[in-house]
């Protein structure tokens, strides 16, 4: 088990710009999770996945926000056209299948920082 | 919907001694209940969770939580509290009946002073 890995750990760039972060969850998870932190706040749900499957994307914060899961395994969370607003902690996080007594497990998270 | 509230934004203790830490969950069934830890700068790590049977159940590090359904709150406590033990700490719940996401209160800051 060596735990859900993310990248890159911080992301600095500029208003306007794209943005794309990577998560690789642990291996035999299929479930998949992305939340964004804010500072003084608790993890906000965005999108979640059952191997390739998107379960639900209505808490993606707009249409600049896409994630995908292309062979179940890692994933990718994009953010288009970057504003001050977007600067946040991006978490991933991972569980096997199964009813809510699954826990989830985290990455150390990607911090974006937008000049 | 469901929603959790942790009341205290920051309690700061004095090593060595006991620790409480407050969540209140709003649910219709039985929930599914977790607390996670947070250090500065990194992810979360799971502490204890809570699905069914005895309400008193421990976790890692040595902390412990009380699910109480009458009072709608799971607790988190350690009898007694080591400096390492300062850090963001989370209570979470399961949105729905099956594997879904989280919902998090906003965390308490624990400080430890000497």
Redesign the interface.
């Known amino acids: 088990d060596t735990g859900v890995s993310q990248n890159p750990r911080h992301k600095i760039t500029k208003r306007g710009q794209n943005v794309t972060f990577r998560c690789d969850p642990i291996s035999e998870h299929n479930r998949l999770y992305w939340y964004r932190q804010t500072l003084g706040q608790g993890p906000e749900f965005l999108t979640y996945f059952q191997n390739e499957a998107q379960l639900e994307k209505s808490r993606l914060l707009s249409d600049r926000f896409s994630a995908e899961r292309p062979k179940g395994s890692f994933s990718t969370l994009e953010i288009q056209r970057t504003e001050q607003g977007d600067s946040a902690m991006y978490l991933c996080a991972s569980s096997l299948t199964g009813g809510g007594n699954q826990p989830q497990h985290f990455g150390d998270g990607t911090r974006l920082s937008i000049l | 919907a469901q929603s ?1 509230t942790q009341p205290d934004i920051h309690i700061t203790v004095s090593e060595g001694a006991s620790l409480e830490l407050r969540c209140n969950y709003s649910y219709g069934a039985t929930p ?1 209940l ?1 607390w ?1 830890v947070q250090s500065p ?6 502490l204890l ?1 809570y ?1 069914s049977g005895d309400t008193l159940v421990q976790g890692i590090k040595g902390f412990e939580a009380e699910f109480k359904r009458s009072q709608s709150s799971f607790n988190l406590r350690k009898p007694s509290v080591h400096w390492s033990d300062a850090a963001e700490y ?1 209570c ?1 719940v ?14 308490t800051r624990l400080s430890v002073i000497a």
């Open positions: 959790v599914y977790f996670y700068g990194q992810g979360l790590q799971l969770k699905f989370f979470a399961v949105r729905g009946s099956g594997n879904t996401p989280l919902v998090f209160g906003k965390g």
